[in-house]
């Protein structure tokens, strides 16, 4: 098989499959492994696949960066009820660790009357929600992500990586039962792993849409972290799937 009909060959693997494993596919076409290697090297070249560890994934099954001003009215209220939820699991005098998002934006709602905790954001909107809250509120610094209102870079590592929380709650851009959590973007995933790193716990809110989606960048799989809040909407073949991997509550919705 000449190169152009191989590189021919595996675009239409990755349209079917959505994603390419180079050990598998260099086996199945007998060539070397840097053969494929450079093969995805060319189709991503051409917008056509997103590398991988060990493989390649189809672009059209990446999830992109939603700017907040399109988010903050998205299924809302399955996200105040996965907020509800959650804050049951939140215990006195804890410190926990809000993920920039919208759904932990309603839980930053829910907890702005308590005066016992201590929260940890690297979200400007989470922060100012919070600006007349009796509870110690610790902002992360770092460089704001415009239109989003994450913030991030090395001084927002550094903080993570000196502090220590009881409970984190991950806000999920997409969810995969293989992939597990993912992020947009390489920073935004590093800030996500550290987060998760300095929690004892960390507990993932999604709504029933990011289910079955890839973005860029890996944060974690699904058995690392302590269970799942995601609302009632969620399809029963979603929660036997992603049942086997993961506790899974919900919060029931109005």
């Known amino acids: 098989m000449l190169p152009f009909e191989r590189r021919k060959w595996l675009e239409q693997q990755i349209k079917i499959h959505k994603k390419i494993d180079i050990e598998e596919v ?3 076409l007998d060539v070397s492994s840097m053969t494929i290697r450079r093969d995805l090297t060319e189709l991503e070249k051409n917008g056509i696949v997103i590398r991988t560890h060990g493989g390649a994934i189809s672009v059209d ?3 992109e960066e939603i700017p907040y001003s399109s988010k903050m009215t998205k299924n809302i209220a399955e ?3 996965i907020s509800l939820q959650a804050l049951q699991l ?3 005098n804890s410190t926990i660790i809000l993920d920039s ?3 932990t934006l309603e839980l930053a709602k829910l907890l702005k009357n308590r005066n016992d905790l201590t929260i940890v954001t690297n979200d400007v909107k989470i922060a100012n929600e919070l600006l007349e809250s009796s509870n110690h509120v610790i902002v992360t610094g770092g460089e704001l992500q415009q239109g989003v209102g994450a913030l991030y870079g090395t001084a927002t590592q550094n903080m993570l990586s000196i502090i220590h929380a009881d409970i984190f709650f991950l806000g999920a851009h ?3 039962l293989d992939h597990g959590v993912t992020a947009p973007t390489f ?3 590093l800030i996500k792993q550290l987060m998760v790193k300095a ?3 960390t507990w993932l809110l999604a709504d029933f849409s990011k289910f079955n989606k890839k973005a860029f960048s890996k944060v974690c799989s699904l058995t690392e972290i302590e269970g799942l809040v995601t609302d009632s909407n969620i399809k029963p073949s979603i929660v036997d799937e992603y049942g086997t991997k993961i506790k899974i509550i919900y919060g029931e919705g109005n």
């Open 187 to 189: 920073e935004k995933s």
């Open 61 to 63: 099954s990446v999830s």
């Open 26 to 28: 260099s086996s199945q």
């Open 174 to 176: 997409a969810i995969d």
């Open 79 to 81: 996200k105040k009820a």
């Open 101 to 103: 998002g919208t759904t």
């Open 90 to 92: 939140i215990k006195e």
């Open 199 to 201: 929690s004892e716990k």
